[in-house]
């Protein structure tokens, strides 16, 4: 039961990341990508959750959090440069 | 609790799903940035939660990291949305009101 509802969840979470997918290949402006890859690095943080509840490694979830940390710097920088051309 | 944290994923990833149909759906960047940025902050940390309940264990560092995203996400949405908006992204033709460029006196 616990394991077949992990498996709707990574289907609804790979849902999530072809559409976020979708709109990052499809643009149409840069800032538009931008915000696709930020929904994809936390739907990919989602995803190691999951891998790391399915294989019952608590050491996955580090990879995790600097995950989310690198895709919130990248984000921040992107968005300066942006605004000002770093 | 099993069943609860299990739950629990179900419905942190089924608003996920919905934070990326709002993405592709949305008519303008503004629309798509609050999609998919609400939508995917609640359904991560609900996920987080339900991880929680499965594996109690490991409840510091997933808390660690679902606090990370509650600070984290609406910083970078909200400086991303201030970023597009000086370099003028083109604003969806059913918007009514533009406060930013009312306060700092552009054009709207």
């Given at each position: ?56 490694r608590g050491i996955y979830l580090d990879v995790a959090l600097v995950y989310a940390l690198l895709s919130f710097l990248g ?12 | ?108």
């Amino acid at each position: 039961m616990v394991e077949t509802l992990i498996s709707i969840a990574a289907a609804l979470a790979g849902a999530a990341f072809l559409l976020a997918l979708y709109r990052f290949l499809k643009g149409p402006s840069t800032a538009d990508r931008v915000v696709a890859f930020d929904v994809l690095t936390i739907v990919s943080v989602t995803g190691i959750v999951l891998v790391a509840l399915a294989a019952g490694r608590g050491i996955y979830l580090d990879v995790a959090l600097v995950y989310a940390l690198l895709s919130f710097l990248g984000v921040i920088v992107v968005a300066r440069f942006l605004e000002r051309g770093l | 609790m099993d069943l609860l944290g299990a739950l629990l994923l179900v419905t942190g990833s089924a608003f996920l799903l919905l934070g990326g149909l709002g993405l592709v759906r949305m008519p303008d960047l503004f629309n798509r940035i609050q999609a998919g940025t609400k939508a995917t902050t609640l359904g991560t940390l609900l996920t987080l939660g339900g991880a929680a309940c499965l594996q109690p264990e490991w409840g510091l560092k997933l808390l660690l990291i679902g606090l990370f995203i509650l600070f984290t996400n609406p910083l970078s949405s909200q400086v991303l949305a201030r970023a597009a908006h000086r370099i003028g992204v083109e604003k969806s033709p059913q918007t009514t009101v533009d406060r930013l460029a009312e306060d700092t006196g552009e054009a709207p």
